[in-house]
């Protein structure tokens, strides 16, 4: 082969690399352009839109961290979005679990006011709104509180107690709630000192919304509660041998206005379980649930220890 | 942009002398599930293959994310995603193989995609099974997988729950709803079941024999489909005092100074209104709402019904 052979193999060499690099470029261009299409939608608000790109592009990285920041802020968008409309729902709820409650207490007090009902009658009247008074009463109460915390305006006095004492005190006074209502209740609580970082008035709100959410909701005849201590923990259980909650409703259970039977009854507000988790949240404990339907439904809190 | 991802105007398909899809003009609405809901053979394949330009448009239009898709088909598919009767798919190569190949042509959004598409419909990884072997539910699945293996903007999902067993079609319909609630997602979903898409959709479409008979929110619908006695008088708490007392119902709810509504619609209405009357309250309206979405269909389906 001659100097011409080489030349001519160069030639034809180079030929390929040049097409090669063109068609490369052409591809990159084509991307580009669809990148920045892509970019004008995202920021006319399109946060759905995406960039799609092949393994081999030389903007692939590039394309990812686009779609990476568009889904970042659309999860965002939704997540706020989604908290507007609980807001709202909370406004449609107040419209009725207050009215309706409001109203039917002004007819009772305007009956014996009227003296359209007298002596014992009366009386059972005056019962009966004032039993609806203390219940809206309750509603207003959480209400507020759940607004507090939902707009993290609480403020809570954390000290170091031993929390078998303190439970101890808070059934102290549960159990002739729970006689009343019916209750058999079996109570354990270790003699022995577990110390804990807690806001008591906190701690003590977390265990009556739980008590009160068996009392209303599970139709148990019996409840448990138990507490052990581990190394680094501390758990608290309350288990119910009640209806239980169907699989569908339990992983909502603590989101706030949520009520797993629809019905319009007037007891319970769906504000209990959420307000009981915000707060465990804030003493960097957690609390879980699970339920057998038909055969109850445990509470599990978990609290870190103070060692 | 305006808020409609797909709008058709007169839409219309005729095979020879035979109009299967008769001057259909559908309303897509952004981030929301549309269902399309007819019986079998009512038109409801044929417009979605028309919208993805499966088979060609006898005359009207398609608008897709606001423009008319005519000759910009490449750059609008791309941002579509969807499952069309059965799928192909290799049935000599597994699930993932199979979506790898489809990521490879079509290019991904991120990282993983195929992980994460069959992540999101619950089937394994890498696994072993070819596709032939695989059963129709898993098919299905894959089907799904394929469809938002690019994250799409606009889902069109013909007929997804078919073939799949209850348990299955529940998992199909969360994971639908998802993506819309979560990642916000505008879906297009066809089915013959009436309950399925009451389940699902926001918006609803009603077609029968190719042509569109109505297309309403689900929250009208819901309007139509509920059972209560509206009452309009002129006390409210006295009103609700005598559904307490005498009627012995808390079922109720309380809309504004004037209405209130009765859920509990055993209660003979004829009773109410003469107590009522008895105790000096005006009766201004009352009235029984006991619709079913079932009625509804039948009537606007001309008595032949839906599924």
């Not at chain 1, 990159?28 to 669809?34: C, P």
């Not at chain 2, 941002?79 to 190569?93: K, S």
């Not at chain 2, 098919?139 to 889902?155: F, S, T, V, Y």
Request: with cysteine; glycine share 8%.
């Amino acid at each position: 082969m001659d100097i011409n052979g080489y030349l001519m193999f160069g030639c034809i060499f180079f030929f390929f690399v040049i097409l090669y690099l063109i068609i490369k470029l052409c591809r990159v261009r084509e991307q580009l352009s669809l990148i920045r299409e892509a970019l004008e939608d995202i920021k006319a608000g399109n946060l759905n839109r995406r960039v799609l790109t092949r393994e081999s592009d030389m903007t692939k990285q590039i394309c990812y961290g686009i779609n990476e920041i568009a889904v970042g802020s659309q999860s965002l968008l939704i997540q706020q979005r989604q908290s507007e409309q609980a807001y709202k729902r909370l406004m449609t709820s107040l419209s009725h679990d207050v009215k309706t409650p409001l109203a039917s207490l002004v007819g009772y007090l305007e009956a014996v006011e009227g003296k359209l009902v007298t002596g014992e009658e009366a009386e059972e009247y005056i019962h009966v709104a004032s039993e609806k008074a203390y219940r809206l009463k309750e509603f207003v109460t959480s209400l507020f509180e759940w607004v507090k915390l939902d707009a993290g305006e609480q403020v809570y006095h954390f000290e170091v107690y031993d929390l078998n004492e303190l439970s101890r005190n808070i059934m102290a006074e549960w159990i002739p709630v729970l006689e009343s209502a019916g209750l058999d209740y079996e109570i354990d609580i270790p003699e022995t000192e577990d110390t804990v970082r807690v806001d008591p008035n906190a701690y003590t709100r977390i265990l009556n919304n739980l008590f009160q959410n068996i009392l209303v909701h599970s139709e148990a005849d019996h409840v448990t509660l138990h507490i052990a201590g581990e190394e680094q923990q501390i758990g608290i259980t309350v288990t119910d041998n009640g209806k239980g909650i169907s699989k569908e409703n339990l992983p909502h259970i603590f989101d706030r206005l949520y009520q797993c039977d629809h019905s319009r009854s007037m007891q319970g507000n769906g504000l209990g379980l959420s307000i009981a988790k915000e707060l465990v949240n804030a003493h960097g404990g957690t609390i879980t649930a699970s339920s057998t339907p038909g055969a109850g439904t445990t509470f599990t809190i978990l609290l870190p220890k103070v060692l | 942009m305006s808020d409609f991802l797909i709008e058709t105007r007169q839409l219309t398909k005729n095979y020879g002398d035979q109009t299967v899809v008769d001057s259909v003009n559908l309303h897509v609405k952004k981030g929301r599930i549309y269902g399309l809901l007819g019986r079998n053979g009512a038109g409801k394949t044929t417009i979605m293959k028309m919208i993805l330009g499966l088979t060609p448009i006898t005359s009207g239009e398609v608008k897709v994310f606001g423009r008319n898709i005519k000759g910009r088909e490449k750059k609008v598919y791309p941002r579509i995603g969807a499952i069309i009767e059965t799928p192909g798919f290799y049935p000599n190569l597994t699930g993932s193989e199979n979506l790898e190949i489809f990521a490879k042509l079509r290019g991904t959004a991120a990282p993983n995609a195929v992980k994460r598409a069959m992540d999101v419909v619950g089937l394994p990884y890498k696994d072993k099974k070819l596709f032939g072997k695989y059963s129709m539910g898993m098919k299905q699945r894959l089907g799904i997988a394929n469809a938002i293996l690019h994250d799409p903007e606009l889902l069109i999902l013909d007929e997804p729950t078919n073939g799949l067993d209850p348990i299955g079609i529940a998992e199909v319909r969360n994971f639908i709803l998802d993506l819309s609630k979560q990642e916000g997602k505008t879906i297009l979903i066809s089915s013959h079941i009436l309950s399925e898409i009451a389940l699902l959709a926001d918006d609803i479409g009603i077609i029968d024999h190719g042509v569109l008979l109505e297309e309403s929110s689900m929250r009208e619908l819901e309007k139509k489909n509920s059972r209560y006695i509206l009452l309009q008088v002129s006390d409210i708490p006295k009103a609700s005092l005598i559904l307490e007392r005498q009627f012995h119902t808390q079922d109720y709810s309380v809309s504004d100074n004037h209405t209130l509504r009765i859920y509990d619609t055993s209660l003979n209405m004829a009773a109410v209104n003469k107590a009522l009357m008895m105790e000096d309250v005006a009766v201004i309206s009352s009235q029984l709402c006991n619709d079913t979405l079932e009625d509804y269909f039948k009537k606007i389906t001309g008595g032949e019904g839906i599924a």
